[in-house]
């Protein structure tokens, strides 16, 4: 009996000491490391005075060293393989506070929403997301910093895996309702969050604004 006390003590304390070691790992490696996690990249559409437009949003959280002078770009390759195209995705307002500043534990908010026929030019030379290879890049004064990849070759796995959590989602009855409907609760398997998807929803958008805004300008 006091054998086996014995051999589980010493597999306690071999447990505990490795947990230690990873944890002392961990912020040995946040503290040294530049390490950002893309929390969201979102498209949306919205509609406001002067009409329906769309915007590009990007949520970063800083888990490593502190950055400084924080921006943001998207790039990709320009048609036929002909260069790289950037373009300036700028902090939103309520995020101008960390752009001295990017602390670890604090998120930016990178938000595009674009007015501009050049910007719309410049997102129309995107015909295909899968060759061009769009990334999005974070700077720290100028020098890059981080990139993230906007296209995966395992999209076409998420996707699937999207389609079926969406086919087998279920609701399931709660409660009575007026008029004898019920309420009911709806259940969705998780699902991926695509980021390719979110582009082609954005470049979608911009190029059916640009056709509106040219059947307008010729209607006037």
């Known amino acids: 009996m006091i054998a086996n006390l014995t051999e589980n003590l010493a597999l306690i304390a ?11 790992w961990r912020e040995s490696r946040r503290n040294n490391r ?4 893309l929390k969201k990249f979102s498209s949306a559409l919205h509609e406001d005075l002067s009409g ?15 950055l400084q002078n924080i921006s943001m770009s998207l790039c990709f390759n320009g048609p036929g393989g002909s260069g790289t195209c950037s373009i300036t995705i700028p902090l939103s307002e309520s995020s101008k506070s960390v752009y001295s500043t990017f ?9 595009l929403s674009p007015s501009d026929k050049k910007i719309f030019h410049f997102f129309s030379m995107i015909s295909d997301i899968k060759k061009q290879r769009p990334v999005i890049n974070l700077y720290n004064s100028s020098f ?3 990139s993230f990849s906007i296209y995966s070759r395992w999209d076409w796995i998420k996707k699937l895996w ?17 008029n004898g409907k019920g309420v009911f609760k709806y259940y969705q398997l998780p699902y991926f969050e695509i980021r390719s998807e979110k582009l082609q929803f954005f470049l979608d958008g911009l190029s059916q604004r640009n056709i509106v805004n040219k059947q307008n300008e010729n209607f006037t």
């Open 103 to 111: 602390l670890r534990g604090t998120t930016a908010k990178f938000l």
């Open 144 to 146: 890059l910093a981080y």
């Open 52 to 66: 329906l437009s769309y915007k590009l949003e990007a949520w970063i959280v800083n888990r490593g060293i502190q």
């Open 162 to 178: 999207n389609r079926l959590s969406f086919k087998f989602s279920f609701k399931r009855r709660m409660a009575e309702g007026l």
């Open 34 to 37: 530049v390490i950002l996690k």
């Open 14 to 24: 071999v447990i505990a000491a490795l947990g230690a070691w990873w944890v002392s």
